[in-house]
């Protein structure tokens, strides 16, 4: 995926806020409102990386990519929580910079449709503006959620009174480019982990979980035929270990389930998908979970996955390549082992 306008630094992008340059974006949105239910394998094939060749993304993805991006862009810029119905005021700004975004990054779709572009932004009519918000979020989608106030000081999003339309900061997000590493069903939902990279250096800037759900918003040109419900951003900590396994593109998501240990019989071992199902069953559904590396405590191996979630102390849940043992902990600094067992 080649992007125009590379920014040199990211100094820009941070200090002035996304207060984008007038350059468009180069990755292109599908601009057939009838062929977006069927874009999922063009996009595939004409943006592949994007994506880790082993993921296969939700039937009919289509343009999702570009509001899971826009909510990427404003986790590592602004680092405001993802904005729902019972978001404080405050955090107002999370809404408006991910729209700003989206808006920028779909410019080449909203072309087609009735929009007006000038002193530097870009105005969308009711539909799209409507549409925007619902593939950002699915509470809007479902009528949850209205809009929050803007604040008439705010640098990426205006209403002019005159057009009756809200205009969004057109620019480019220059070398930064979203990468999806790993997708997972649940019902009817979908769980995507991303990494936000650096073009040049393939350095992994974030990372994230986000949910999908097939959208509640209704109207015959949505662009989008998924909502995103759920935002979660993966801490710091691991990115030095992400970086190190999705920046070399012979590395699989499963890094072949370290089937090179050769004190691992592998006709024994479970699966790393199996594994995180167990995983995820120590701490329940509402932690979040991401998968390390296969870690040697004693005499015994483990997949280890790193845990986050409200009132857990472990940092990690450890499960045998048997399955046998599941338990959380926290790796010390000297290189040993305090279990919460």
Same mark, same amino acid.
């Given at each position: 995926?080649?992007?125009?306008?590379?920014?040199?630094?990211?100094?820009?992008?941070?200090?002035?806020?996304?207060?984008?340059?007038?350059?468009?974006?180069?990755?292109?949105?599908?601009?057939?409102?009838?062929?977006?239910?069927?874009?999922?394998?063009?996009?595939?094939?004409?943006?592949?990386?994007?994506?880790?060749?082993?993921?296969?993304?939700?039937?009919?993805?289509?343009?999702?990519?570009?509001?899971?991006?826009?909510?990427?862009?404003?986790?590592?810029?602004?680092?405001?929580?993802?904005?729902?119905?019972?978001?404080?005021?405050?955090?107002?700004?999370?809404?408006?910079?991910?729209?700003?975004?989206?808006?920028?990054?779909?410019?080449?779709?909203?072309?087609?449709?009735?929009?007006?572009?000038?002193?530097?932004?870009?105005?969308?009519?009711?539909?799209?503006?409507?549409?925007?918000?619902?593939?950002?979020?699915?509470?809007?989608?479902?009528?949850?959620?209205?809009?929050?106030?803007?604040?008439?000081?705010?640098?990426?999003?205006?209403?002019?009174?005159?057009?009756?339309?809200?205009?969004?900061?057109?620019?480019?997000?220059?070398?930064?480019?979203?990468?999806?590493?790993?997708?997972?069903?649940?019902?009817?939902?979908?769980?995507?982990?991303?990494?936000?990279?650096?073009?040049?250096?393939?350095?992994?800037?974030?990372?994230?979980?986000?949910?999908?759900?097939?959208?509640?918003?209704?109207?015959?040109?949505?662009?989008?035929?998924?909502?995103?419900?759920?935002?979660?951003?993966?801490?710091?900590?691991?990115?030095?270990?992400?970086?190190?396994? @999705?920046?070399?593109?012979?590395?699989?998501?499963?890094?072949? @389930?370290?089937?090179?240990?050769?004190?691992?019989?592998?006709?024994?071992?479970?699966?790393?998908?199996?594994?995180?199902?167990?995983?995820?069953?120590?701490? +329940?559904?509402?932690?979040?979970?991401?998968?390390?590396?296969?870690?040697?405590?004693?005499?015994? @191996?483990?997949?280890?996955?790193?845990?986050? +979630?409200?009132?857990?102390?472990?940092?990690?849940?450890?499960?045998?390549?048997? +399955?046998?043992?599941?338990?959380?902990?926290?790796?010390?600094?000297? +290189?040993?082992?305090?279990? @919460?067992?």
């Amino acid at each position: 995926m080649m992007r125009m306008h590379k920014m040199k630094t990211l100094t820009l992008l941070l200090a002035a806020l996304m207060i984008f340059s007038s350059a468009g974006c180069s990755k292109k949105a599908d601009h057939s409102h009838e062929s977006t239910t069927e874009s999922t394998t063009a996009a595939r094939q004409s943006n592949p990386d994007y994506v880790k060749e082993d993921v296969v993304l939700p039937e009919n993805f289509g343009n999702m990519i570009y509001p899971m991006e826009a909510l990427l862009i404003e986790a590592y810029a602004k680092g405001l929580p993802y904005y729902t119905s019972d978001s404080d005021e405050e955090d107002a700004d999370s809404f408006w910079f991910s729209m700003a975004v989206l808006t920028s990054q779909m410019n080449h779709y909203v072309k087609d449709v009735a929009v007006k572009t000038d002193d530097g932004y870009i105005y969308i009519d009711e539909e799209t503006l409507n549409m925007y918000a619902a593939g950002l979020y699915d509470e809007f989608g479902k009528g949850n959620m209205e809009f929050p106030e803007l604040d008439e000081e705010d640098k990426y999003a205006v209403y002019d009174n005159d057009k009756g339309m809200y205009g969004f900061r057109q620019g480019t997000i220059g070398d930064l480019e979203p990468y999806i590493t790993d997708c997972r069903s649940k019902d009817d939902s979908y769980v995507l982990t991303l990494h936000l990279k650096n073009t040049d250096s393939a350095e992994i800037l974030s990372s994230c979980k986000i949910t999908l759900v097939p959208t509640s918003y209704e109207s015959e040109d949505n662009a989008f035929n998924y909502s995103v419900a759920g935002f979660k951003k993966l801490k710091s900590s691991d990115l030095d270990e992400l970086s190190e396994k @999705d920046s070399t593109e012979d590395v699989t998501d499963e890094d072949e @389930d370290d089937d090179n240990d050769e004190d691992s019989d592998s006709s024994e071992r479970i699966s790393r998908s199996d594994a995180q199902d167990l995983a995820e069953d120590y701490f +329940g559904e509402d932690a979040t979970y991401s998968y390390k590396k296969i870690v040697k405590i004693g005499e015994y @191996d483990y997949y280890d996955f790193a845990v986050e +979630g409200e009132g857990i102390s472990s940092t990690d849940v450890l499960v045998s390549l048997d +399955g046998e043992n599941v338990m959380g902990g926290e790796k010390n600094d000297d +290189g040993t082992w305090t279990f @919460d067992q």
